[in-house]
């Protein structure tokens, strides 16, 4: 497949070639669909099962249509507009997880604790002050984790 602009894509210094084209966008739909009857798919998407039927041979399906398969069937649009992720909306937040650099997980870590602490300090008055990390005690929170998990840790500053 010859590189364009329509399958081309640059992240973070990454490049990722997608397919957006209606074949491909088509061939993920029915893997997406497994083999479902057109008349099934309907009932689902409030779809007629000959659109359906046309839709998944060789027609041009609607935004309504796939935006009705994406939250019918459990399907992520990014998966089946671009191809990218995993194909069930329900693995995206793990799939993110997984690939996430772990210095990205503790700051959404340290976010999370930040803004739950704030929630809580709001709603009883008489809470203590929140737990910050400071850049001095990141290192040696990367040492424990490095001793607890084995893995290769690099610290970064914040």
């Known amino acids: 497949m010859p590189l364009s602009r329509t399958n081309l894509r640059i992240t973070r210094g990454h490049v990722t070639v997608t397919d957006c084209s209606l074949d491909a966008i088509r061939e993920r739909l029915k ?23 046309r839709y998944l041979s060789n027609g041009h399906p609607s935004i309504e249509f796939l935006i009705a398969v994406v939250r ?8 089946l507009l671009l191809g990218l992720g995993p194909p069930r909306q329900s693995e995206v937040v793990d799939h993110s997880i997984r690939s996430a650099s772990l210095s990205h997980l ?3 870590i340290a976010e999370k604790l930040a803004t739950s ?17 400071t850049n001095s005690a990141a290192p040696q929170v990367a040492s424990r984790l490095k001793s607890a998990s084995g893995a290769s840790l690099s610290s970064t500053s914040t």
């Open 106 to 108: 503790l700051r959404g």
């Open 72 to 79: 019918g069937f459990d399907i992520s649009a990014n998966w």
């Open 31 to 53: 893997s997406a669909l497994g083999g479902q009857s057109c008349r099934a798919i309907g009932i689902r998407t409030s779809t007629h099962p000959e659109t359906v039927r």
């Open 117 to 133: 602490e704030d929630v809580g300090r709001l709603s009883s008055p008489r809470s203590t002050a929140p737990l910050r990390m």
